[in-house]
């Protein structure tokens, strides 16, 4: 790994602890914490291909999830000055007891002197069958 800075190396710690409350706040409907650290432009594609613009995001956030669990198995976070980029991977359990796994990208940005996620991008991958 190369050498980071560290502005880059505190950064890096701020978002990969920002990805896991981006993570609970999922897990709990929290709504409120979306609205403290979702820019005003927020677009999310959702694995399906279905864009999301903030507020439908919010709506939808507020419904609850539509797992059961969710754990988080690989977290990469890269800053590129005042942008950065959280890739994970997620394994969950559904309410019937079936399992997948997902992978997304969230963008996020400083402004204002705070880190805001600009866009998220969700891929579901598909289960092979048994």
């Known amino acids: 790994m190369p050498d980071i800075s560290e502005a880059d190396r505190a950064a890096t710690t701020t978002l990969a602890r920002l990805n896991q409350g981006y993570v609970d706040a999922f897990m709990k409907a929290d709504v409120g914490w979306y609205r403290d650290n979702l820019a005003e432009d927020f677009l999310c594609t959702e694995s399906d291909g279905s864009i999301l ?33 959280v890739h994970a991977t997620g394994v969950f359990t559904r309410r019937d007891g079936s399992t997948g796994t997902s992978r997304y990208t969230d963008v996020w940005a400083m ?14 991958i598909q289960s092979s069958p048994k």
């Open 53 to 85: 613009g903030r507020e439908e995001f919010l709506r939808d956030a507020g419904r609850g999830p539509d797992v059961a669990t969710y754990r988080l198995t690989d977290v990469r976070v890269r800053i590129y000055g005042n942008v950065g980029l």
């Open 111 to 124: 402004m204002d002197g705070r880190w805001k996620t600009v866009s998220a991008q969700i891929t579901r």
